[in-house]
């Protein structure tokens, strides 16, 4: 490839990585920050108050309910620490809104829309187990 093309090559491969990213300038700018929302600012976004009901070197962990749906709300150190939780945390169902150093946990996916226009991240299923105890 010549020397001139690179810097095209780059700036279309950008433009095609923040278009996968839901395409509206408020999710881009959000992708962009290297500092994760805290576990109140995404709370905030659905206008409850989470109560923190765990914090470790890990990570830190609040829940609160809005509109009578429960939400738990995790932010990380890193995304390697996120992974891991996640990874294990998805074999108890739910529905993940899983952002850079940040997830939101809820039984109703619908009502993850305020977070997700705020601060961006992606809806990852956990494991369904239908079917369990029924004879």
């Not at 491969?13 to 278009?19: C, G, Q, R, V």
């Not at 976004?45 to 709300?73: H, S």
């Not at 998805?90 to 977070?115: A, C, F, Q």
């Amino acid at each position: 490839m010549p020397r001139s093309a690179a810097p095209a090559v780059l700036v279309a491969a950008a433009a095609l990585l923040l278009a996968g990213c839901g395409g509206d300038s408020s999710t881009a700018s959000v992708a962009k920050s290297s500092k994760p929302p805290t576990v109140e600012k995404l709370a905030s976004a659905l206008k409850c108050k989470a109560e923190i009901q765990k914090k470790v070197e890990d990570y830190r962990l609040g829940v609160c309910k809005a509109d009578k749906t429960p939400y738990t709300f995790v932010t990380f150190k890193d995304n390697r620490a996120k992974r891991g939780w996640l990874d294990y945390s998805k074999d108890y169902g739910g529905t993940y809104l899983v952002g850079s150093r940040w997830l939101v946990v809820t039984d109703e996916p619908s009502k993850l829309g305020p977070i997700q226009a705020q601060w961006g991240g992606t809806v990852e299923r956990g494991r369904s187990h239908g079917g369990h105890g029924r004879s």
